[in-house]
């Protein structure tokens, strides 16, 4: 059997390396590493692919988040929503520019922001909700953006994670995730569901207004070379990482696939577990399972990952400590779904090109554990 890793890109590789390797060359023969035409095809592409009206690269997804933020061009102070068990990107971008993140609680079947928990941590200060649609899933986006037109604010979504998914709005109108906000930001680090060969990032917006805004912040704030409107960052997606996501793009829905599949797999194995919840797939949103995250109870999760590591299978902890307790982030608030879902959680390995006999021998492993 091939070795289990949490995410095995070499095999990915290995599959579409002709084609990658002939697109990446292209870059290498042409030099045009910086702003070559692959990195517009891509956006055109990928604006496409989503249909949303415009996709502009950008380094990497904590990048994205900074510029979305920055092309609000919100005063200092201002509050920005966002869920508490999460990754850190989001709080790291708003406190770099001075902006305040406001923690608030997630659903605890989901793990996504909890709409019906947005309004009270509103106030007069408030000018942004920044959900994540962790793991694979979208948020409830229909009631967030309900609730953002009420008060008035901008929402971005954070949709590093979940590229490709789909959300349903109550009148049955299917659209991709990260289309429904203001402004959305992803990531094509290679690990993420279209990665690419090192960092890469972008922000999608339907609004032209700000779609010149995140233009130009991105470009060292100008418009015009060498004449500088505003204060930006410089913030790049390079030609032969838009070389590898073209390959990678048309692909994105049969990669997708294949990580559901083995979810699938997972799901009906652990059902009816007693000490396992296989995660819950909210009833409006597909669930692209950038991460295959369980929900434990009555267990020791070290004992449990010691014992999976030694049988060959790595396990992973998305994210153990809420970002109200991180130390540079600490807030004196209480999230108690938050923080009990930060110690309950354990994620296996997902990807594609994980083989039946792959997934079989996890899904024996981790039941042989609970037996014994
Ligand atoms: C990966 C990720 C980011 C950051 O992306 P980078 O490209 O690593 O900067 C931001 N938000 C979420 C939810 C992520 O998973």
Redesign the pocket.
């Known amino acids: 059997m091939k070795p289990i890793q949490m995410v095995d890109l070499v095999s990915q590789y290995q599959r579409l390396k002709t084609d990658i390797n002939l697109s990446m060359q292209s870059v290498l023969d042409q030099a045009n590493y910086i702003n070559g035409a692959p990195v517009k095809q891509f956006s055109k592409d990928l604006a496409e692919y989503l249909s949303v009206k415009h996709v502009i690269p950008c380094a ?6 900074q510029i979305a933020l920055m092309a609000l061009g919100l005063p200092e102070g201002s509050e920005v929503i966002t869920p508490g068990f ?2 850190i ?2 709080a790291e971008a708003c406190l770099l520019l001075k902006l305040k993140p406001v923690f608030a609680e997630v659903n605890p079947q989901t793990f996504n922001l909890n709409p019906l928990e947005i309004e009270k941590h509103i106030t007069a200060n408030t000018k942004a909700i920044i959900p ?3 793991f694979g899933q979208c948020a409830d986006m229909e009631t967030i953006m309900a609730i953002a037109e009420k008060h008035n604010l901008y929402v971005i979504e ?1 949709n ?2 979940s590229i490709g998914a789909e959300y349903t709005y109550s009148d049955g109108r299917i659209c991709k995730s990260g289309t429904i906000g203001h402004l959305a ?1 992803t ?3 290679p690990s ?1 569901n279209l990665g690419c060969y090192g ?3 972008a922000v999608f917006t339907n609004n032209d207004a700000l779609e010149e805004r995140v233009q130009m912040i991105a470009n060292h704030g100008q418009k015009i070379k060498y004449i500088h409107d505003a204060i930006g960052i410089n913030s790049r997606l390079d030609t032969i990482q838009a070389a590898v996501l073209l390959v990678k793009l048309p692909l994105l829905n049969s990669f997708n696939a294949e990580r559901q599949a083995v979810a699938a797999k997972y799901t009906e194995a652990f059902k009816n577990h007693s000490h396992l919840m296989p995660p819950i797939v909210a009833k409006n949103t597909t669930h692209v399972y ?1 991460q295959y995250t369980l929900q434990t109870c009555d267990m020791n999760i070290e004992d449990f990952r010691t014992a999976m590591k030694l049988k060959g299978i790595p396990t992973m902890v998305y994210y153990p400590l809420p970002i109200h307790q991180q130390n540079a982030y600490i807030q004196a608030v209480s999230l108690p779904i938050c923080e009990s879902i930060a110690s309950h959680v354990v994620s296996l390995p997902i990807g594609t090109d994980m083989d039946e006999q792959q997934v079989d021998y996890v899904i024996e492993t981790v039941l042989n554990y609970f037996k014994a």
């Open positions: 990497n997804g904590t990048d994205a988040l999460s990754y990107a989001v994540v649609h962790l954070d590093a994670q930001t990531s094509f680090f993420k960092d890469g990032g950038h």
